[in-house]
């Protein structure tokens, strides 16, 4: 069981918008921790896809997007494409644990 | 550019130990921690831990029990190793080992493609 909750799955059609939720607790998200998001292809590495809660590295396009708020945050994904299948990971930092942690993941599937 | 090349995938049988390496470059190798991040098969992502490439210092995730899972470094050829022992069938996994972002020591921006070891008898 993850210290971050992801739902398992979400779906969406080529063009739609599709929301990622990533529920923590008042030792990570509620600390004032950041989150990243991460997206691993199949069968590849995960690769980063949000910093520091909002921020999207070089190269990223500006349909993926991200929230946090409280305990929890979201990723956003515009213009859904079909390369955009994929597993995404929400990932901050526990001081409870003392470490890193990481969501479930969230299969994204486009119809 | 920043590069982790990790070494080859492994088979191993129930009770050996195993050694995985991690050769960085690109970038000063001492400037930058190294983590281990775990994927069993199916499964999601699992922060082992990561090594201060400066002092030599390992943090290990609360998660790991007992000292199966060794940290070390070989800064002379810019390299990280991850050695898990005693190995059980459950250790089958994806190790990659990760660098993080500067001055973001827990965002993962640079990652390794991954060594996969397979326990079984």
């Known amino acids: 069981q993850s210290v971050l909750t992801q739902p398992p799955s979400v779906s969406g059609a080529p063009g739609q918008r599709v929301t990622i939720s990533c529920t923590g607790s008042s030792s990570n998200f509620g600390a004032n921790y950041d989150v990243q998001w991460y997206q691993q292809l199949p069968g590849k590495g995960p690769k980063l896809l949000i910093y520091d809660n909002t921020n999207r590295p070089s190269g990223v396009p500006d349909r993926f997007s991200a929230s946090k708020s409280g305990t929890s945050a979201s990723l956003a994904i515009s213009g859904l494409q079909t390369e955009d299948e994929a597993d995404y990971y929400c990932?901050?930092?526990?001081?409870?644990?003392?470490?890193?942690?990481f969501g479930g993941g969230t299969k994204l599937t486009v119809l | 550019q920043v590069q982790l090349v990790q070494s080859g995938s492994e088979l191993k049988k129930p009770g050996a130990s195993v050694k995985v390496s991690c050769k960085a470059s690109?970038?000063?190798?001492?400037?930058?921690?190294i983590n281990w991040v775990r994927q069993a098969p199916g499964q999601g992502l699992e922060w082992l831990g990561r090594i201060n490439t400066n002092t030599g210092n390992p943090t290990y995730a609360q998660g790991l029990t007992g000292r199966r899972f060794v940290f070390s470094l070989d800064t002379s050829v810019n390299t990280a190793y991850l050695q898990i022992s005693s190995l059980k069938t459950e250790d089958t996994a994806v190790f990659f080992c990760?660098?993080?972002?500067?001055?973001?020591?827990?965002?993962?921006?640079?990652w390794g493609l991954g060594t996969l070891v397979t326990v079984s008898s």
């Open positions: 690109g970038y000063t190798f001492t400037k930058f921690s």
């Open positions: 990760v660098r993080p972002m500067a001055q973001r020591l827990n965002t993962f921006e640079y």
């Open positions: 990932q901050s930092y526990d001081n409870i644990l003392s470490g890193s942690v």
